[in-house]
């Protein structure tokens, strides 16, 4: 006999199928970074758009951010600056830490 198809339907509006698309479009995206980045990438962008929502969220809301979430987001944001830098700047960095702060960072 088969499924109804028009009735399964029937009460999707604009809203839904919105969300279905953007689901089904976040999968093609995580898909397409995993092929071309590691997961450590995928795990940074998705805490990134979790801080974005979250701010345009509270700015559309007109609700204050929590200290939470902007702590969250500076660990973040710490960890994709440390993910970025080269090695070698990062020694160069503790050596001139160690030495005090005094003279230039190479």
């Known amino acids: 006999r088969g499924l109804p198809l028009p009735r399964w339907f029937a009460h999707y509006n604009a809203y839904t199928w919105a969300l279905v698309v953007l689901g089904g479009f976040t999968g093609l995206c995580t898909s397409a970074v995993m092929k071309w980045a590691d997961n450590l990438v995928k795990v940074f962008a998705r805490a990134g758009s979790m801080f974005l929502v979250a701010a345009v ?3 559309v809301l007109g609700r204050p951010v929590p200290p939470q979430l902007l702590l969250g987001g500076a660990v973040t944001a ?3 600056a440390l993910y970025s830098v080269r090695p070698q700047t990062m ?3 503790a050596r001139w ?3 005090g702060g005094g003279g230039r960072l190479y």
């Open 57 to 59: 969220s509270a700015f």
């Open 78 to 80: 710490f960890g994709v």
């Open 91 to 93: 020694l160069a960095a």
């Open 97 to 99: 830490c160690v030495r």
